[in-house]
């Protein structure tokens, strides 16, 4: 089909953008080594004597919130600050293929990174007996968690030419998705809305779906979830695109 | 369709989506345990529901402050629910009531026995279950999150019970007061301790699924309407009571008996209640039987285990065991799933049964370990003790199961003597006796250990939100539970118990610290020793001083205890770093492994990332 293989020369350009500059890598060591040190130092993995990853996956949300935005600012604001987005746009594909090729470039460079994190499971491997189903639904967690933050980010880049006006807000965006469930926020909320409608937006959190996941399950709720979060964020995405581009 | 309300009807649209899918939401489990799927025994039990059960949930949804575990607890009850709903098409209703202050709905919740909690701001919350089937009910009461490997069982029970009105009875006979102490009036006139003890959580908890009966220690008959028979910590039983035992197994009864060679229980209560000092404790046995069926039990030796000693700090019990997974026979539907249960001075059976018994081992020592004997082991140091076990290949059995035709332990009939007579029986009433069975078929579990029948090793009390809990600490109460209910033959409901979170412990560190525990053990017990035969030299050269010396010692004697000195802190300084070494190979692969997870790929990352730069800079210059 030819917008597949639109979408994936998309992503290979992509890719190889992000390998091209000392960012990808850097990217890449900083999260490693962080999660690493948080998970196994900081947090005593070895002190809770149970071969699971909670201790690690618990920082997945937090680590993300601060780095994948730092992946996703670079989709659209880059292009329109060097000006090879109307290249682009002028090239013979459509827009929704190089939105959808940019954030499965994105995406697919994040798990990545989360498969370098292989020692870890090797590790629980190699010193317990795991529970594996638990540790395949967490990084499907984990994948879902940044799939939604690129998704905002897409967003946040489309609208701005500057990358720190995109980081910034797409990460303040993810992170009130993330505290949508927290009971600081919602007790806000709960004395001027009816309980429906605040129950309705900490479904929108996405530390909800994330732990759920974390448990071992996986739920078509959650799924739907992320799907339809991303699939909005890129529809709004082309949507501010176009408009932009009319201007 | 591209503006801002194509942008919003897009959202609205999405949102319609995810109120769908909340409803009718699918799942995968993908726990090995399968811990979020209905097991097999619930499900059969669900497809053979012959009258309509109902079931009611009371869950104040609308209280404003809802504790943060309850809000995300809820829905997976509701789940779960529906799940029971689906398999059992129809026989089961499900009905959820919102227990709103002075409503309906709360009325009902009070009947049915669904007490509501209080909250900090004051509101009553409500998260129960009420279940009933024609006129049974059953309850449970408060739901808490951490009973949530439970609840498949608790509701199935629940379901199981509201449609089975009968209950086996289980007679209790037993050597401590585990079904509670009635208050002693006289005995709280003289102002001592005598308000009664309740009863103990394990038997609470088998009430819940049996009728329970008291037998006396010294009864000679055991009544018909007895299922089955518990005989707990049995001390020096009259051959009358043992005759009326050996009768009711061999009628079909079916027996679970727990022997213990020496009752932690009763030794705690012993140095704590000045009126029970100087009693010896005292082993429990049942030997007569035991020898006719061929099982050998050494009433008085304990076992004690290395692998499964319990540690508190840096204390350490290896009579007290905390037992694993592997401890228990997992292929037994009584023992499946169990795997964290506390023995504490138990002894161990051993013998070939004889013809017509199979003998089942359902719970096992490990290889590391030794039966010591009750007396001697009271007078020594854990390290003299551990210095006894060796590693050998024979593991030692803590729980059988005996089953098929059992020979009588009586083959000359009913034991007469002095205390037949002293029942004031005259030949006449004897003759009229029915003969004594001489074999039947049954089934036997033999336990050796009674104190883990205790709450201190069952249970622990929590605050849940102003409410005394009591949560289990260990899987005690499934194992006797399960081998009960086992006896009784209901294997649907024992398939569904203790879906328990599997403790799934970093078994290498186990490992590594057992094996340097036995190596490192010798050597720092044999530099304690040398230590104190130092010290003891020294004393002796102290005392050995001329008394009119006093304060001079002659050159050999100073010698002496230079040499004396410089030995000690040698020793000390050996036994300094042998305690040091005996975690070091620990903390060496924990060292490594964080290495492994912190900073390998990320220098393999950079690594990649520089080769490639360079090979890029070399491409470019030489165009």
Redesign the interface.
């Known amino acids: 089909m030819r917008s597949l293989t639109n979408i994936l020369c998309v992503i290979k350009r992509e890719l190889s953008d992000y390998f091209a500059s000392p960012v990808a890598y850097v990217f890449i060591i900083i999260f490693l080594a962080l999660l690493g040190f948080f998970s196994f130092q900081l947090d005593d993995f070895f002190g809770y004597g149970q071969a699971n990853l909670t201790p690690f996956f618990r920082w997945h949300p937090w680590l993300f919130l601060i780095l994948v935005p730092a992946i996703g600012m670079r989709q659209w604001a880059e292009e329109r600050r060097s000006g090879s987005m109307e290249l682009l746009l002028t090239l013979p594909i459509a827009a929704w293929q190089a939105i959808t090729g940019k954030f499965l470039a994105a995406w697919l460079f994040v798990g990545l990174a989360l498969f370098l994190t292989f020692p870890a499971v090797l590790t629980v491997i190699g010193l317990g007996d795991p529970d594996l189903g638990i540790i395949f639904t967490g990084y499907l967690g984990s994948m879902m968690v940044a799939g939604v933050y690129l998704a905002v980010s897409s967003v946040t880049s489309a609208m701005t030419r500057s990358q720190v006006v995109s980081f910034i807000v797409s990460v303040v965006i993810c992170l009130l998705l993330v505290l949508a469930g927290w009971p600081t926020v919602t007790n806000m909320f709960v004395n001027w809305l009816p309980k429906s409608l605040v129950d309705g937006i900490a479904a929108c959190s996405v530390l909800t779906h994330y732990q759920s996941l974390q448990r071992g399950v996986i739920d078509t709720r959650d799924l739907v979830y992320a799907a339809s979060v991303i699939i909005f964020c890129l529809f709004t995405t082309s949507v501010i695109l176009r408009n932009r581009r009319s201007l | 369709m591209?503006?801002?309300v194509?942008?919003v009807a897009?959202?609205l649209l999405?949102?319609a989506?995810?109120i769908i899918?909340?409803i009718l939401?699918?799942?995968?489990?993908?726990?090995?345990?399968k811990?979020?799927t209905l097991s097999d025994g619930t499900r059969a039990i669900l497809k053979n529901i012959d009258a309509p059960v109902a079931i009611r949930l009371y869950y104040s949804?609308?209280v404003?402050?809802m504790p943060?575990w309850m809000?995300?607890y809820a829905p997976r009850v509701r789940d779960m629910l529906k799940e029971y709903e689906l398999i059992a098409k129809g026989g089961l209703t499900i009905q959820e009531k919102n227990p709103v202050p002075d409503s309906d709905d709360e009325e009902s919740a009070l009947l049915d026995g669904v007490y509501g909690q209080m909250l900090p701001d004051g509101d009553q919350l409500y998260f129960g279950l009420a279940f009933s089937c024609l006129e049974e009910s059953e309850v449970i009461p408060v739901l808490s999150p951490r009973d949530e490997s439970m609840l498949e069982y608790e509701i199935t029970r629940a379901i199981f019970q509201v449609l089975h009105t009968e209950k086996p009875t289980v007679g209790v006979m037993a050597g401590m007061p585990v079904l509670g102490t009635q208050p002693n009036i006289m005995m709280m006139q003289q102002g001592m301790s005598g308000q009664g003890t309740p009863a103990w959580y394990m038997f609470e908890d088998l009430k819940k699924d049996f009728t329970v009966k008291e037998i006396s220690m010294d009864a000679d008959a055991i009544e018909a309407d007895i299922d089955i028979l518990m005989v707990v910590h049995p001390k020096e039983l009259s051959a009358k009571t043992l005759f009326a035992i050996d009768q009711f197994v061999l009628k079909g009864g079916k027996l679970i008996a727990f022997l213990d060679p020496m009752s932690f229980i009763e030794l705690y209560q012993q140095q704590n209640d000045p009126r029970l000092r100087g009693q010896p404790p005292r082993s429990s046995d049942l030997a007569p039987l035991l020898k006719a069926w061929g099982v050998e039990h050494r009433s008085q030796d304990l076992l004690a285990d290395i692998k499964y000693q319990t540690q508190n700090g840096r204390q350490r019990d290896p009579f007290i065991l905390t037992l694993t997974a592997d401890a228990y026979n997992t292929d037994d539907p009584a023992c499946a799933k169990l795997d964290n249960g506390m023995f504490v001075y138990a002894g161990a059976f051993s013998g070939d049964p004889v013809p017509g018994l199979t003998k089942t081992v359902l719970v096992k020592s490990s290889t590391d370990a030794a039966m010591i004997d009750g007396v001697e082991m009271r007078g020594m140091a854990i390290t003299d003790i551990v210095k006894q076990i060796t590693s050998t290949d024979v593991t030692n059995a803590l729980a059988i199961r005996l089953t098929g035709t059992f020979p009588t332990a009586f083959p000359d009939g009913a034991p007469t003597g002095d205390e037949a007579n002293q029942d004031g029986d005259t030949p006449d009433a004897a003759a009229e006796k029915t003969p004594a069975l001489t074999s039947g078929q049954s089934a036997v579990v033999l336990v050796a250990d009674a104190d883990l029948l205790h709450d201190a090793f069952c249970v622990e009390q929590i605050n849940l939100m102003g409410k005394q809990l009591l949560r289990q600490t260990s899987d005690n109460v499934a194992f006797v539970h399960n081998l009960v209910e086992h006896l009784t033959g209901d294997m649907n409901l024992l398939s569904v118990r203790s879906l328990g979170v599997?403790?799934?412990?970093?078994?290498?560190?186990q490992n590594m610290r057992a094996k340097a525990e036995k190596e490192y053990q010798v050597r720092i017990s044999k530099l304690e020793a040398d230590l104190s035969e130092i010290n003891k030299e020294m004393n002796e050269l102290q005392k050995a001083k001329n008394p009119d010396q006093r304060f001079v010692l002659t050159p050999e004697q100073e010698a002496k205890f230079l040499e004396a000195q410089r030995k000690k802190s040698q020793t000390a300084q050996e036994l300094k770093v042998v305690r040091k070494e005996f975690r070091k190979d620990i903390e060496r692969l924990?060292n490594s492994?964080?290495f492994?997870?912190?900073?390998?790929?990320?220098l393999a990352?950079?690594l990649?990332?520089i080769v490639?730069?360079f090979i890029k800079r070399r491409r470019m210059s030489r165009k």
Do not use: C, H, W
């Not at chain 2, 939401?25 to 345990?33: A, C, F, K, P, S």
């Not at chain 2, 599997?502 to 560190?509: H, I």
């Open positions: 591209y503006s801002a194509g942008v897009v959202a999405f949102i989506v995810n899918a909340s939401n699918g799942r995968l489990d993908m726990t090995e345990e811990r979020y949804r609308d404003k402050e943060v809000k995300n599997k403790s799934r412990p970093l078994t290498t560190f924990q492994l964080k492994a997870n912190i900073a390998a790929v990320p990352v950079a990649t990332g490639v730069a």
